[in-house]
């Protein structure tokens, strides 16, 4: 069942990258039509918050999934945590970095996929000297954030 469930959600998540390379503009907010757009422009039209080192972008969402683009500049960390009732699937585009999964941090790359169960802990180290940008689904909807940390 779990097997299953995974497969289907990494299948959702590679169908909704390939429409994401396409060109158009996203809003992120009504997803009751089909989105296009470049993760280029994505980027462009939200840029960086001053001094901010990291930024969650709502690129769609509905009752189903939520999905984002993140973008982590260098010495940005996102400490141990967890989702209580969310999977994550999360695709490198850009960059190199650190991800703790089990317990271990990997390097992770452009073309890296990390599939998160809910209530797994994880976390995210960019010490590399270039932006990391990931395109980021949370099932179901995360409406609400649901995002638990670690003491």
């Not at 909704?16 to 997803?31: E, H, I, K, P, V």
């Amino acid at each position: 069942m779990l097997l299953t469930r995974s497969i289907a959600i990494s299948g959702i998540i590679l169908i909704l990258f390939a429409s994401f390379c396409t060109s158009a503009r996203a809003n992120g907010t009504d997803t009751t039509w089909q989105i296009m757009t470049h993760i280029d422009d994505v980027l462009k039209e939200n840029p960086l918050p001053a001094g901010e080192k990291s930024q969650l972008i709502k690129i769609a969402e509905d009752d189903t999934i939520s999905v984002f683009v993140v973008r982590m500049m260098p010495g940005a960390e996102l400490g141990p945590h967890y989702h209580e009732e969310h999977d994550e699937i999360e695709y490198v585009i850009r960059g190199t970095a650190q991800l703790l999964v089990n317990d271990k941090w990997v390097d992770i790359k452009p073309g890296s996929i990390h599939f998160n169960p809910m209530r797994q802990v994880h976390a995210a180290r960019n010490h590399s000297n270039e932006a990391l940008i990931v395109l980021i689904a949370f099932t179901p909807a995360m409406k609400v954030t649901d995002r638990h940390f670690l003491k």
